[in-house]
């Protein structure tokens, strides 16, 4: 039986009738075009469905619609002010790490998540928050180099 789900989607109150077990990576993508999230294994174990929900990074492949009812969910549209992007963004570009780009927009979701709770991390923490997330070009050595830009001060907005 299908269920309304109200939620915040990038600062914008949204509303949709569906299965509430359907993932919200398919709501986002199919029902608000949203397509950022990025479908990869439907497993959870490469990230590239990365969002924040109430500013933590989820996998979108694996939470089911109904357990987003009346949260606040930031996809990789939503990261940008106009057209000033996110310092993380920023970094990531400074850095030169993205290849293909299929990965890109959960790792930079999983790293705004890591520095609005550990401004300044280790690389291990770096490296922790980052498991999971899988780059098939093999750019890790400049992602970490990003988030690292990032944690910067002056990175930051």
């Known amino acids: 039986m299908d269920a309304t789900i109200l939620l915040t989607v990038n600062g914008k ?3 949709v009738t569906t299965d509430p077990q359907r993932p919200l990576l398919d709501v986002l993508r199919e029902e608000f075009q949203l397509t950022g999230a990025k479908f990869g294994c439907g497993e959870g174990r490469c990230g590239a469905c990365t969002v924040l929900v109430n500013g933590q990074a989820v996998h979108s492949c694996l939470t089911p619609i109904a357990n987003v009812q009346g949260k606040s969910v930031v996809t990789i549209e939503g990261l940008a002010t106009g057209e000033k992007l996110h310092p993380v963004q920023e970094a990531f570009l400074a850095e030169e790490a993205s290849q293909c ?3 890109t927009p959960g790792m930079v979701l999983a790293t ?3 520095l609005a709770r550990t401004p300044q991390p280790t690389d291990e923490q770096i490296v922790a ?4 997330h899988l780059c098939r070009c093999c750019g890790y050595t400049n992602i970490l180099k990003a988030v690292r830009r990032a944690a910067q001060p002056a990175g930051r907005g």
């Open 13 to 15: 109150q949204r509303k």
């Open 101 to 103: 780009g299929y990965c």
């Open 112 to 114: 705004v998540g890591l």
């Open 129 to 132: 928050a980052l498991d999971g």
